[in-house]
T-cell receptor, first 114, second 109 residues
Framework: NAGVTQTPKFQVLKTGQSMTLQCAQD?????MSWYRQDPGMGLRLIHY???????DQGEVPNGYNVSRSTTEDFPLRLLSAAPSQTSVYFC?????????????FGPGTRLTVT | GQSLEQPSEVTAVEGAIVQINCTYQ??????LSWYQQHDGGAPTFLSY????GLEETGRFSSFLSRSDSYGYLLLQELQMKDSASYFC??????????FGKGTMLLVSP
């Protein structure tokens, strides 16, 4: 099993550009989440999904969109990139019975917006 | 809302024991989790306490006191590879986690 995979690993965008960060998992997990990590800020939840077709906002959702058409994939879209979105983005998945504590994280996407 | 407090940095020497504390305030609470993150890597799950008391997993133990809204991670027989950031996290609901800002552990020879 590959676990949770994310692409790309690195990305540089100009202000105003849009892009999609890809996330996939092969563990048949119902729950998937997106976090951003900034220095000294820990991990902050952007959006999450409890199953295909169901998404909800986390702590810092502004400027990001998500959709969940399949169990395996949970892409994160930046609509109009801003320098404040420079961060490391982690996707995570968990099974329903362990969703309140054990999440599996992907390797991250390091995004710079200039 | 949720808030978690943990020290920003802890230092220790190889072979020693170190404790990383976490205090929390949360509107809902399913339990306290701990994650490890090496520099540049992904966070990985270490331990979970749903009930008060001590949970032991090899060299790592985690403790929870619900009445004090407090927990800690105890690392024994420290090794150089334990140098990493450690995050406590609470679950206010059954599908999300709120993380603390992390504690950087530096282990020296």
């Amino acid at each position: 099993n590959a676990g949770v995979t994310q692409t790309p690993k690195f990305q540089v965008l100009k202000t105003g550009q849009s892009m999609t960060l890809q996330c996939a998992q092969d563990m048949n997990h119902e729950y998937m989440s997106w976090y951003r990590q900034d220095p000294g800020m820990g991990l902050r939840l952007i959006h999450y999904s409890v199953g295909a077709g169901i998404t909800d906002q986390g702590e810092v959702p502004n400027g990001y969109n998500v959709s969940r058409s399949t169990t395996e994939d949970f892409p994160l879209r930046l609509l109009s990139a801003a320098p404040s979105q420079t961060s490391v983005y982690f996707c995570a998945s968990s099974s329903r019975d362990r969703s309140s504590y054990e999440q599996y994280f992907g390797p991250g996407t390091r995004l710079t917006v200039t | 809302g949720q808030s978690l407090e943990q020290p920003s940095e802890v230092t220790a020497v190889e072979g020693a024991i170190v404790q990383i504390n976490c205090t929390y305030q949360t509107s809902g609470f399913y339990g306290l989790s701990w994650y490890q993150q090496h520099d540049g890597g992904a966070p990985t799950f270490l331990s979970y306490n749903a009930l008060d008391g001590l949970e032991e997993t090899g060299r790592f133990s985690s403790f929870l006191s619900r009445s004090d809204s407090y927990g800690y991670l105890l690392l024994q027989e420290l090794q150089m590879k334990d140098s990493a950031s450690y995050f406590c996290a609470v679950s206010p609901g059954y599908s999300t986690l709120t993380f603390g800002k992390g504690t950087m552990l530096l282990v020296s020879p």
